[in-house]
């Protein structure tokens, strides 16, 4: 008889290479799902919409919802308004106003990042005639990838 023993132990070898290979790839895709559904945007959450509420009604008694054009994003904050966004844990504040996709222009589009641009796409109480202030707030962990995004927006 043929000794096969020095077969066996390589067919053994290849068949856990093959099994390792095919796990590090399912794991590596895994992480990918889990920290897209921990960083995943919460939109329009009763809490942020009060929050929200409170910022655009601040912004409307100091006169800051005036703008021109149809999207401004707040750059310069005045010292009350820079403790609401720190007490409320606020990353940007936008205004939009005008037809939607006068809003949605590649310009726009440029200025802002994946999750604000997902949330205007599926924003579902936008209001052409009127301003809508548009609420990005972000929690911040230890770990960046437990940081959670939240949006809100309202119309006046």
Not at 39 to 54: A, C, L, P, R
Request: aromatic share 12%; hydrophobic share 40%.
């Amino acid at each position: 008889m043929i000794n096969n023993k020095g077969f066996v132990m390589i067919e053994t070898i290849i068949v856990i290479t093959i099994l390792t290979i095919g796990l590090i790839s399912l794991y590596a895709s895994y992480s990918v799902i889990l920290s897209k559904a921990v960083t995943k945007s919460n939109h329009d959450n009763v809490n942020y919409i009060y929050k929200t509420y409170y910022v655009a009604k601040h912004l409307e008694g100091t006169n800051q919802l005036n703008f021109t054009g149809n999207f401004k994003e707040f750059t310069t904050y005045n010292h009350e308004l820079t403790n609401i966004m720190n007490t409320f844990k606020i990353e940007k504040i936008y205004l939009a106003k005008g037809n939607y996709t006068n809003i949605i222009t590649q310009s726009n589009l440029l200025q802002l990042d994946g999750s604000t641009i997902s949330y205007l796409k599926v924003m579902s109480d936008y209001v052409d005639s009127k301003i809508n202030v548009i609420i990005k707030y972000k929690e911040y962990d230890s770990d960046p990838v437990l940081s959670k995004v939240n949006f809100a927006s309202i119309a006046l």
